[in-house]
């Protein structure tokens, strides 16, 4: 049984009808058009596989989602990454936040060709309180831009005010194309940015939590085409 799966899916009849007439929404898991279904992982097994690569922390599969834990880790960080290679693509997961951890970063990036590390292009950001949506920058073109540590600058390029619950399941839905990016969390668009480095091809996606533990389950990517 996957963890407080069951507080994933209680929602008062008034508060769902609410968020209809406020807000737009989306399809949580229907497969886009012209697409291609590049990852799919529901964990539904005891080891982590092959297909993912730790990269630092504490990287397992629990009851059935893959947690992550950087609490013990100096700086308190756990990063893991899979090969998936994409361009325009929909990138969805589920997620829950425990109360010790500070955030949980979803990236697209490349492969460093010296380290295998990710090397991020984009990278959804999410804290308890907010989101932001990030591009990768380095200090000779953004000399002025303060990146958020040595070994990953970033600079954020649209965010948006939230509350997440601890211990609750919530879904994120990550829509790219081209320069423009789309992110809804439990099917409400709620975030959207642009950036000409968005654009970049992908070969590896990535998951790294400040803090922990983190859970993850139901990943999937859908890389897209044109008509």
Same mark, same amino acid.
């Given at each position: 049984?996957?963890?407080?799966?069951?507080?994933?899916?209680?929602?008062?009849?008034?508060? $769902?009808?609410?968020?209809?007439?406020?807000?737009?929404?989306?399809?949580?898991?229907?497969?886009?058009?012209?697409?291609?279904?590049?990852?799919?992982?529901?964990?539904?097994?005891?080891?982590?596989?092959?297909?993912?690569?730790?990269?630092?922390?504490?990287?397992?599969?629990?009851?059935?989602?893959?947690?992550?834990?950087?609490?013990?880790? /100096?700086?308190?960080?756990?990063?893991?990454?899979? $090969?998936?290679?994409?361009?325009?693509?929909?990138?969805?997961?589920?997620?829950?936040?425990?109360?010790?951890?500070?955030?949980?970063?979803?990236? /697209?990036?490349?492969?460093?060709?010296?380290?295998?590390?990710?090397?991020?292009?984009?990278?959804?950001?999410?804290?308890?309180?907010?989101?932001?949506?990030?591009?990768?920058?380095?200090?000779?073109?953004?000399?002025?831009?303060?990146?958020?540590? $040595?070994?990953?600058?970033?600079? /954020?390029?649209?965010?948006?005010?939230?509350?997440?619950?601890?211990?609750?399941?919530?879904? $994120?839905?990550?829509?790219?194309?081209?320069?423009?990016?789309?992110?809804?969390?439990?099917?409400?668009?709620?975030?959207?940015?642009?950036?000409?480095?968005?654009?970049?091809?992908?070969?590896?996606?990535?998951?790294?939590?400040?803090?922990?533990?983190?859970?993850?389950?139901?990943?999937?990517?859908?890389?897209?085409?044109?008509?």
């Amino acid at each position: 049984m996957k963890s407080l799966s069951a507080q994933h899916t209680v929602i008062h009849p008034f508060a $769902a009808c609410l968020c209809l007439v406020l807000t737009p929404t989306i399809s949580q898991s229907q497969q886009p058009a012209n697409s291609d279904h590049a990852v799919h992982d529901t964990f539904d097994r005891t080891s982590l596989g092959q297909q993912w690569r730790i990269a630092g922390g504490t990287w397992k599969v629990v009851d059935n989602a893959l947690r992550g834990n950087g609490m013990s880790e /100096t700086p308190k960080s756990a990063t893991i990454t899979r $090969a998936a290679e994409t361009g325009n693509a929909v990138y969805q997961f589920q997620f829950m936040l425990a109360e010790n951890c500070e955030s949980l970063r979803f990236s /697209t990036g490349s492969k460093d060709p010296k380290t295998e590390t990710l090397q991020s292009h984009l990278s959804l950001r999410i804290t308890p309180q907010a989101l932001n949506l990030c591009k990768a920058t380095t200090l000779e073109k953004d000399s002025d831009t303060k990146p958020r540590d $040595a070994a990953s600058p970033e600079q /954020t390029v649209s965010s948006t005010k939230l509350t997440l619950q601890p211990n609750r399941w919530y879904k $994120a839905r990550v829509m790219t194309w081209g320069p423009f990016v789309t992110v809804a969390i439990d099917g409400k668009r709620i975030l959207k940015g642009s950036d000409p480095s968005f654009t970049a091809r992908n070969d590896l996606i990535g998951f790294q939590c400040i803090g922990g533990p983190i859970e993850i389950d139901d990943v999937d990517v859908w890389t897209q085409t044109l008509n």
